[in-house]
């Protein structure tokens, strides 16, 4: 009966007119922003909001399906026909559990691009748990939210759902800073602990912003589980005794256990919960550090061969403005060093060394020679000379290199590092100078932005596939 039952209530969710539309429309603007990611930190942006926020969206979505039954009336049916009341809300909760696999199974195809290229880093090992535990609390909660929430309208239990989603959703950002700043144990720190967000990320072990993570997980882990078993035996115990055909029948000790029930699975979690963020955070993947990223600029730039220097310079991502270089290929670019040297005194003796590091191969190519040229600094922004003075009129020295990125963390926004040490002499001066400088060089996979664009692609077009056949048999 509950098979049946399943079966029937599946087809009912997706028979709405526009239902596999609005669902292809929805992957539609995951996959626009996974194409996106992918010029940029994949992992950070796309994988956050695919696999840690949306789940979260069937809070709102389990609870209008749930409420719905009222609000049309047609649960009066499930409550006067030989239908078990409880088989029905089974078979509800079932149906929310293959809509939320479905969406687990559409992310997969971006998966498997992202994992073709680089691996399966720490973060997105988490995320694969992280995203179907979370899919689970979120329907236990949203069915919790619509059988409180009834009425002849689904504006309350959708807008609570909503509350209860951005409730939960804040204070993930909410817990990283007090953790950043060392309060995650704090009243505050505690608070933010009633969002299965948070529980489920810490039970874990990784962060996504800081450096730190709880070193128990036991009470975490019992937080979780009696958040999720609570909230979904409150909600099958509230449908099938507190509640009648049209309205609540609850009696007033019955009140007084769901009165309770409800402030436990806020209070429990926030109460039990470890809150000892002593254990340094795992990287989330294999990203080198490059010192001096978030820094006033460098006396470096790289352009495209024959190019002048920009006019605003110069970014630590050397070719942040410029375009990423593509990855297990040569990239040939000139490498322009802004040396604080006025243009009237005249450099000798000058010596390179260019090195990259985290699989950055770089090198000045042989048949190329340094050329030089000068560059105005108007408002005395040039680099300060050896007598303290800053250059209005320097040299630069243009050094033709080859690139070639290898091993990528990410399909996208992978900064390797790149060091330059020059040393040279100034005619008339005995001194023997040097120029140490560090930046960046951004690399992302060529090919990724085309692949992730078609693998967002083949669920929404199935979708669409299926809205137009229904079309079809209905018009």
Do not use: K, M
């Given at each position: 009966m509950i098979v049946s039952l399943w079966v029937e209530e599946l087809k009912s969710a997706m028979r709405g007119r526009f239902a596999w539309v609005g669902a292809a429309i929805l992957l539609?603007?995951?996959?626009?922003?996974?194409?996106?990611?992918?010029?940029?930190?994949w992992l950070d942006g796309y994988g956050i909001i695919a696999y840690g926020l949306v789940p979260l969206a069937f809070i709102p979505l389990a609870a209008g399906m749930i409420a719905s039954a009222r609000a049309s009336r047609f649960v009066e049916c499930v409550f006067t026909s030989p239908v078990e009341r409880s088989h029905w809300l089974i078979a509800k909760i079932l149906v929310l559990l293959t809509l939320a696999a479905a969406y687990y199974a559409a992310l997969l195809p971006m998966f498997?691009?992202?994992?073709?290229?680089?691996?399966i880093p720490l973060l997105l090992h988490k995320f694969l748990i992280w995203t179907p535990a979370m899919l689970v609390i979120s329907i236990a909660i949203g069915v919790l939210v619509g059988v409180l929430f009834i009425g002849r309208s689904l504006a309350a239990p959708a807008g609570a759902g909503m509350g209860v989603l951005m409730f939960y959703a804040g204070l993930l950002p909410l817990q990283e800073l007090m953790v950043a700043r060392g309060n995650g144990a704090s009243r505050t720190g505690h608070l933010t602990l009633a969002s299965p967000a948070v529980l489920l990320k810490n039970a874990l072990g990784f962060t996504l912003a800081v450096g730190s993570i709880p070193s128990l997980t036991a009470g975490t882990w019992l937080s979780i589980a009696l958040l999720t078993t609570g909230a979904l035996a409150l909600a099958i115990w509230i449908f099938l005794k507190a509640q009648g055909v049209e309205t609540w029948e609850a009696t007033r000790s019955q009140r007084c256990i769901i009165a309770v029930g409800l402030a436990a699975l806020i209070i429990v979690p926030m109460t039990i919960a470890d809150a000892n963020y002593d254990?340094?955070?795992?990287?989330?993947?294999?990203?080198?550090?490059?010192?001096?990223?978030?820094?006033?600029?460098?006396?470096l730039a790289l352009v495209m061969p024959g190019e002048r220097a920009p006019e605003r310079c110069c970014s630590a991502v050397l070719n942040r403005d410029s375009g990423a270089i593509g990855t297990d290929e040569d990239s040939k670019r000139d490498l322009l060093i802004l040396l604080p040297v006025e243009s009237t005194r005249k450099i000798q003796d000058f010596h390179t060394e260019i090195a990259g590091a985290a699989g950055l191969r770089a090198a000045p190519d042989d048949s190329s020679r340094i050329t030089w040229e000068t560059r105005l600094y108007p408002n005395e922004l040039g680099p300060p000379a050896a007598d303290g003075h800053h250059v209005a009129t320097g040299w630069i020295a243009r050094i033709p290199v080859t690139l070639n990125a290898t091993k990528p963390w990410d399909v996208g926004g992978n900064r390797y590092p790149l060091s330059v040490h020059a040393s040279y002499r100034i005619e008339g001066d005995p001194q023997a100078y040097t120029f140490p400088a560090r930046a960046a060089v951004e690399a992302q996979i060529s090919s990724a932005l085309y692949e992730m664009a078609a693998a967002s692609l083949l669920f929404p077009a199935i979708c669409l596939g299926a809205a137009f056949r229904r079309w079809r048999r209905t018009r």
């Open positions: 539609l603007i995951i996959g626009g922003i996974a194409t996106a990611g992918t010029q940029d930190v498997l691009v992202y994992a073709a290229h680089v691996g254990t340094p955070a795992p990287p989330p993947n294999a990203a080198p550090a490059v010192r001096g990223l978030f820094g006033r600029g460098v006396s």
